[in-house]
Structure formats: C-alpha cells, structure tokens
C-alpha cells in the first residue's frame, strides 16, 4: 500500500541547473498536488491537477513547470534552480477537490547553492 | 485571503495530560477544514476532516471541532503520549470564484514528556 511516493528524497543543485522531482499515487486519485514548505511561510501550493492532461498554477508557481500525462504521475520540474528554490516540497493527492483528505508524499528536500 | 492561525506555536506536556490545539480562520466561507500530524523529516498525515456542514469529528483519543461563525477550530487530544509528539497543522479549504483553495496554518509543535 505505498501511498503517494516521492523521488528523490533529497538533492542538492548548483544554480541554474534543472531537474526534475517524482511523484506517482497508486490510489487513482484524480487530484494531485505540489506544496512547498519553509520555514515560517507554512505550506504553498505551487501547482495542482485535476486530472491526467489538466495542470493549473497555485499561489507561487514561478520557475516550476509540471505535466500531468498519466493519473498516477505528476511530476514537477526545476528548469533554471535557484537559491530561492531551496525548501522542502511535497506532493499530495486526492480522490475530489471537497470531501476527501489530502495524502501526501514523504517530501523532497531541495538544496540550491 | 484567507488566513489561518495556530496557536500556540509550541506546545510542551508531561504524559497523561489532555491538551488543546486551536486554529482560528478569517473566511468563514469554507468547504472543510481538516487537521494533519507532521513528524519531522516526514510528509503530513490526515487526521480529521471536518465538512463545514458538521461540528465536530472524532477519533481515537483526537476530537476536532469547527465554529465556522466565530472562525475557530480545535484539536482536542486525549491522555497524550510521547508518541503524540509531532507538529500538527490545520487547514481550510476556502471557496473561490474558480474552485477552491486550500490554506494551511503553519503548526503547533507538541512535545509529550514521559
């Protein structure tokens, strides 16, 4: 029962390099989630998908892309790191936008230098 | 916009007691609030769900409760234990013209001393 399952579980990236970070759900939820978390800012939502071909931006989605082929997959891409990028980032999901809980993955955590 | 608000920030018990977590909203117009347990180095785990039709929703030794008119909810945890130690999040799910969105306290963190 693995859940919502995050990779890497850590990286560390020079400035401007790319990269882009794994989630999948094995519990076809049509709702998928990418949060980012520091210190004093709580959660943000940085993008977030409906359902596989449909994505949409969150409150912070600069410099982030993502793509939603498949209702499994979400990943989330870095194209030009930045130190303001460092931070934790989760991916959570959901079986509808109103009535069910969010499950989240274990997190990234992200190193910009 | 939305606000949320958890306090207090920290929070430290000696083992047996009974605690309270408030969460305090300023949109009252809201789908569900629902309460999460963070332990450190890991993603956030559900633990309660309120629907803003209901008033209170329980669990084990966890009783959440909603007063959507005065902005409020609490995390009642009964006979803590030190495996109760985590931080704990609320968060409200606000309507908005073009769906919905979700917007999180930043935590209380508990600590239960055995």
């Known amino acids: 029962n693995a859940g919502v399952t995050q990779t890497p579980k850590f990286r560390i990236l020079k400035i401007g390099q790319s990269m882009t970070l794994q989630c999948t759900q094995d519990?076809?939820?049509?709702?998928m989630y990418w949060y980012r978390q520091d210190p004093g800012m709580g959660l943000k939502l940085i993008y977030y998908?409906?359902?596989?071909?449909?994505?949409d931006k969150g409150e912070v989605p600069n410099g982030y892309n993502v793509s939603r082929s498949t209702t499994e997959d979400f990943p989330l891409r870095l194209e030009l790191a930045a130190p303001s990028q460092t931070s934790v980032y989760f991916c959570?999901?959901?079986?509808?936008?109103?009535?069910?809980?969010?499950?989240f993955g274990n997190g990234t955590r992200l190193t910009v230098t | 916009k939305q606000e949320v608000t958890q306090i207090p920030a920290a929070l430290s018990v000696p083992e047996g007691e009974n605690l309270v977590l408030n969460c305090s909203f300023t949109?009252?117009?809201?789908?569900?609030l629902q309460w999460f347990r963070q332990d450190p180095g890991k993603g956030l785990t559900s633990l309660l769900l309120?629907?803003?039709?209901?008033r209170e929703q329980t669990s084990g030794r966890l009783n959440a409760s909603l007063d959507k008119s005065s902005g409020r909810s609490t995390l009642y945890i009964a006979a803590s234990q030190p495996g109760d130690s985590a931080t704990y999040l609320c968060?409200?799910?606000?309507?908005?013209?073009?769906?919905?969105?979700?917007?999180f306290g930043e935590g209380t963190q508990l600590t239960v001393n055995p």
């Open positions: 998908s409906v359902g596989a071909g449909i994505t």
């Open positions: 519990m076809n939820h049509n709702y």
């Open positions: 968060a409200v799910l606000r309507r908005e013209t073009s769906g919905s969105r979700l917007t």
């Open positions: 959570a999901s959901s079986y509808d936008s109103h009535n069910s809980p969010l499950h």
């Open positions: 949109d009252s117009a809201i789908y569900n």
């Open positions: 309120i629907q803003s039709s209901q």
